[in-house]
Nanobody, 121 residues
């Protein structure tokens, strides 16, 4: 079992930045690929970014490439999502997820409770 707790969400103006954090506890953190997903109002939960267990491989949805960066610190059991040049369409609840396999679909085994990101125009 892995427990995930997100933090760092909030209200920011368009063009601003936020850094989300996801702290993991339970099983060995380095044994899990990590990902961020988001769910906007009335929308499905969409993949945002993923990072492999060692951190040497990352993958992003096209709309956030060049603006968002996923990273992890295995010594701190934490994964991050640095979000720059935020746009109103980035407004969503952001979820952290963990799975033994690196993938970009929603079949991750473990999920956090989410953190709200609101970008005003």
């Amino acid at each position: 079992q892995v427990q995930l707790v997100e933090s760092g969400g909030g209200l920011v103006q368009a063009g601003g930045s936020l850094r989300l954090s996801c702290a993991a506890s339970g099983r060995t953190f380095s044994g899990y690929a990590m990902a961020w997903f988001r769910q906007g109002p009335g929308k499905e939960r969409d993949f945002v970014a993923a990072i492999s267990r060692s951190g040497d491989t990352t993958y992003y949805r096209d709309s956030v490439k060049g603006r968002f960066t996923i990273s992890r610190d295995n010594a701190k059991n934490t994964v991050y999502l640095q979000m720059n040049n935020l746009k109103p369409e980035d407004t969503a609840v952001y979820y952290c997820a963990a799975d033994p396999l690196f993938k970009v679909d929603r079949s991750y085994a473990y999920w956090g409770q989410g953190t709200q990101v609101t970008v005003s125009s």
